[in-house]
């Protein structure tokens, strides 16, 4: 599990015809993928998430204007035409059932790309959305909120993970070598002794 966790690194390039050729195979796994989240803790057992899958080229060019990608690396407007995910799984609240979410779609989103990553796909949460175009664009009732946009394919990048370094900053940054650097906090630093 430790080594899964390691892994799974989010992933902002992918390779184009990387998740599999097959539209029907790739429903079949996004399927799958939901189905970890609705196994999933959820606050109450209330399950007030909802979930939109997109495998298609026509909707995954709907969604990805609408993401915003990589915000430290100020020099990157995101992946290009042949780096961008294959596939998306739009996270959901149903305010119907629960006005807020509390951390349901985090962990449902966390056991999506765990589940994800055991499957040799890559990806990457993101939070950074135009949930105002995105809405207009797939038509998502307003009793819908748009939480979480979960971007999958097969990765064309490289992660590290490394410490903090001395100056303290928590700001990934690609080297020279377009290597992904994902600086964390010491473990020592994050437990506290009171």
Not at 138 to 143: C, G, H, K, N
Not at 188 to 193: G, T
Request: hydrophobic share 40%; net charge positive.
């Amino acid at each position: 599990m430790s080594v899964l966790l390691i892994n799974n690194r989010f992933i902002r390039s992918y390779r184009i015809y990387g998740f599999i050729f097959l539209s029907v195979y790739r429903a079949v796994v996004l399927i799958w993928l939901v189905n970890l989240a609705r196994l999933s803790p959820s606050g109450a057992n209330l399950q007030p998430l909802k979930f939109i899958l997109s495998n298609t080229i026509g909707r995954n060019a709907e969604i990805f204007p609408t993401l915003s990608w990589a915000g430290y690396l100020k020099d990157w407007n995101g992946p290009s035409a042949t780096e961008r995910p294959t596939a998306y799984i739009i996270i959901l609240n149903d305010t119907h059932i629960r006005k807020d979410p509390g951390c349901d779609h985090g962990i449902a989103a966390h056991s999506i790309m765990l589940g994800a990553r055991e499957k040799g796909i890559a990806g990457c949460i993101i939070g950074s959305i135009d949930r105002t175009g995105l809405r207009k664009k797939l038509a998502i009732p307003d009793r819908y909120e748009i939480c979480l946009v979960l971007a999958l394919g097969k990765a064309n990048e490289k992660v590290i993970l490394g410490n903090i370094k001395e100056d303290g900053s928590i700001e990934y940054y690609r080297d020279e070598n377009s290597v992904h650097h994902v600086p964390k906090r010491k473990l020592i630093d994050l437990i506290l002794d009171v």
